[in-house]
Nanobody, 123 residues
């Protein structure tokens, strides 16, 4: 499956952005989807994940209550709504997919990755 992330940009602290991840190539609805981010000089970290049906979601503690992951299987797209953004959220955000119904946070268990989209939050 091929993934294309978009929606990044520059926003002030407290603002919002919505990232999109368009998937193509195989049956999108049979994949669990995830979002990860990588700040300069840091390792890639888990942000959020959603099950193939959308019925289960999982968030990193650092974004819980501020970010919402969702998906639209009809359009092969998943979304990350980011509210109350903070400067520490500044990073390149990557969408990912794994051919499983199980939602996980481990980077190594995701098989497919998009190219990343940069989110910059100014103070």
């Amino acid at each position: 499956v091929q993934l294309q992330a978009s929606g990044g940009g520059l926003v002030q602290a407290g603002g919002s952005l919505r990232l999109s991840c368009a998937a193509s190539g195989r049956t999108f609805s049979s994949y669990a989807m995830g979002w990860f981010r990588q700040a300069p000089g840091k390792e890639r970290e888990f942000v959020a994940a959603i099950s193939w049906s959308g019925g289960s979601t999982y968030y990193a503690d650092s974004v819980k209550g501020r970010f919402t992951i969702s998906r639209d299987n009809a359009s092969n797209t998943n979304y990350l709504q980011m509210n109350s953004l903070k400067p520490v959220d500044t990073a390149v955000y990557y969408c990912s997919a794994r051919p499983s119904r199980v939602v996980v946070s481990d980077t190594k268990r995701y098989e497919f990755w998009g190219q990343g989209t940069l989110v910059t939050v100014s103070s």
